[in-house]
């Protein structure tokens, strides 16, 4: 018997929402405990910051650019690698519970598996590709999902359909009439894409999730060894947790984000020292990314607005920590604990106000790129507890996983094994990682290149809608941690420009074949 | 590739994700994999042009039609044109990406069909 692995992501989740990582807006002692037993990240990183490029790369190792799932709307290609088939041959039982988004969620035909798999029989429908030995689908032997709201065609949305139909139009519509994401405010606030939802907790997918992971769990014998994937939709928007529990962080006593400038003339300042689609965004002139709603305009959000929000998004963390907790209880009710490796972390971070903005898009600074992971090693290793201060990626988290299983590390796979501690990282050369960025959606093409090492934030803008190539951002971490002063163009900075090109020149040029472009079917 | 399309109740045989349908008069309500159902009114099928045309009737889409044009360009080959246009836009998106598939599946069977590598 070997370990086994439990892995643990949300979506859109920031850095700062964790108590270990200095959160205080949210309490969250579940994952405040697992970074106390096990190594905790200061500096990971996505290789994107949308959730179909970045949960490609959790699964395949590889970074976009290479697994060919460039923007979301774009399915992973379904003979792409994937590490849950590693381990599905090395004798693990494999599960994915919860938010997938390898293919797209817009899928009116049910073309992708990720989609059809709820209409058309659990877990096991044998789709065009299926050879009897990748699992189901993807190396994944169980496959229940969840997406952000109850409609749609995946599990938990025909389980509440069909199991409370009542309190489905309790839930944010995430989407308006035409198709668009949701632009409709409520709250208190009128803030987008919020609404008090009056559902039970137990009924909300949070608890779903943590109830279907149990479920599985129990299915499992002893001495199996297994690896399930956990995979909460929250605290990604739509802002609409159980109204029972919105009282836990009361909006109007949340402190504005340290990187929210309190007044426009601030925020204009901020923005227009940046990338010109920055400031283009705030007025209401772009949008380049589906998910940002179209007809929103951030330069009318309201500093309550942005409170409120971080109130709910913090109610959303707490139920996810506490759904956690339960599935922890579960496995050490199993007796298993000394043999489960737990990895925690997200697929990218959220705006929640900083420089004056919410949601997300091809803006690389730390609101999106900095993101919570927590590894704790399985108790029987023994690790030694630590804080690991150099970068490091969600492209990593495939090799961790087949090292943890005691296999070896696939040729496809792009992302060295996690380090255990600085030490480990600096021997590795852990000293920098790259997010991409590419988006073609109605007219607007975005592309963008993001190196960071441990002192700087380094971008370029690739020719496109909004950019001629030579446009950039350069941000010093030390001495300018909100990233508010480009450098892009200082003087000063002219040799630190210089090497991080270059750094970003190879990983453009990093060894290893890359899979086509695939095709865009769908927005999101 | 004609005898593919031409008639209306053979779309489940060759767009990916159309699971099943019913087709009564000009009318025919398609049903896909995700359990949803869609009318659509059969406007044109021409077996002299080799034209099939058909619109989407049902909400949310406000705007749809569909035209699969079949053109023989020498004795065993031929070109088949599927355009869609569709409001709202991301209708268009949607329903592009599942015209391209099948579009991929007619010429696969075609080619089965012919029992070569040609179209």
């Known amino acids: 018997m070997g370990r086994k692995i439990l892995f643990i992501t949300t979506d859109q989740q920031r850095y700062d929402t964790v108590g270990a990582n200095g959160g205080t807006l949210s309490r969250t002692p579940v994952l405040d405990r697992l970074a106390a037993e096990g190594i905790r990240y ?13 949960r490609a790369s959790m699964l395949t190792g590889q970074f976009p650019s290479t697994h060919g799932a460039w923007m979301n709307g774009v399915a992973l290609a379904i003979d792409a690698p994937s590490v849950a088939e590693n381990l599905k041959d090395a004798g693990y039982a494999t599960a994915l519970i919860g938010k997938a988004h390898f293919e797209p969620f817009m899928d009116v035909f049910g073309r992708f598996a990720e989609n059809s798999l709820a209409s058309l029989g659990v877990p096991t429908v044998e789709q065009p590709w299926f050879d009897g030995r990748r699992g189901v689908h993807r190396g994944f032997d ?44 409520g709250g208190d606030t009128g803030a987008p894409q919020v609404k008090f939802n009056d559902v039970p907790r137990e009924w909300y997918h949070t608890d779903w999730v943590a109830d279907r992971t149990i479920a599985w769990l129990d299915a499992q014998s002893d001495d199996r060894d297994w690896f399930c994937w956990m995979s909460f939709p929250d605290p990604h928007h739509p802002w609409d947790p159980p109204i029972s529990e919105i009282g836990r962080v009361p909006w109007r006593e949340v402190p504005l984000p340290a990187n929210y400038p309190t007044t426009a003339s601030q925020r204009e300042a901020i923005l227009d020292d940046k990338a010109r689609h920055w400031r283009a965004w705030y007025d209401g002139r772009l949008v380049s990314n589906y998910e940002a709603p179209a007809k929103w305009i951030p330069a009318k959000m309201t500093a309550d607005q942005v409170r409120e929000v971080n109130a709910l998004n913090a109610v959303e963390v707490e139920l996810i920590d506490e759904a956690i907790g339960r599935v922890l209880r579960t496995i050490d009710h199993r007796g298993w604990h000394d043999d489960v490796d737990v990895i925690f972390t997200t697929d990218h971070g959220e705006f929640q106000g900083d420089f004056g903005l919410l949601f997300k898009g091809p803006y690389h600074v730390d609101s999106l790129l900095r993101l919570p992971l927590i590894w704790r090693p399985a108790p029987s290793t ?71 090492t441990k002192k700087h934030l380094y971008t370029e803008y690739r020719p496109g809608t909004m950019h001629t190539g030579t446009e950039g951002e350069l941000y010093d971490l030390d001495d300018d941690p909100l990233q508010r002063i480009n450098r892009f163009d200082d003087p000063a900075y002219a040799s630190v420009k210089a090497e991080l090109a270059e750094r970003l020149a190879a990983h453009e040029r990093r060894p290893g074949e890359r899979a086509a472009p695939g095709v865009l079917t769908a927005p999101v | 590739m004609w005898d ?100 991929d599946e007619i010429k696969r069977q075609a080619e089965v069909k012919e029992g070569n590598g040609n179209g």
């Not at chain 2, 159902?37 to 099939?52: K, Q």
């Open chain 1, 142 to 185: 169980y496959l229940e999902f969840a997406t952000h709201g109850v409609m749609g065609p995946l599990h938990y949305a025909k389980w509440i359909g069909a199991q409370h139909p009542e309190v489905v139009k309790n839930f944010y519509e995430v989407v308006d009439h035409d198709y668009n994401v949701n632009a409709a405010g």
């Open chain 2, 4 to 103: 593919i399309v031409r008639r209306p109740e053979s779309i489940p045989d060759w767009f990916p994700g159309i699971v099943s349908c019913t087709v009564n008069g000009r009318t025919r309500v398609i049903r896909t994999a995700t359990g949803l159902e869609f009318s659509e009114e059969i406007l044109t099928i021409d077996p002299l042009l080799h034209r099939f045309v058909y619109r989407v009737t049902s909400h949310p889409i406000q705007f749809h039609l569909g035209v699969i044009d079949v053109i023989a360009i020498a004795p065993r080959d031929c070109l088949c044109i599927y355009s869609t246009t569709a409001e709202p836009d991301v209708f268009a998106l949607l329903i592009g990406g599942g015209t391209a598939a099948a579009v």
């Open chain 1, 42 to 54: 200061e500096r990971c990183q996505p290789t994107s910051v949308v959730c179909m490029p970045s």
């Open chain 1, 382 to 452: 023994a690790t030694v507890p630590s804080v690991v201060s150099a970068p490091v990626s969600l492209v990593s988290l495939a090799a961790t996983f087949l090292q943890v299983a005691g296999q070896p590390t696939p040729a496809w796979v792009e992302g060295a094994a996690l380090p255990v501690d600085d030490a480990d990282a600096m021997n590795r050369s852990f000293d920098a990682t790259a997010t991409e960025w590419d988006s073609v959606l109605f007219g607007v093409d975005v592309h963008v290149r993001t190196v960071v």
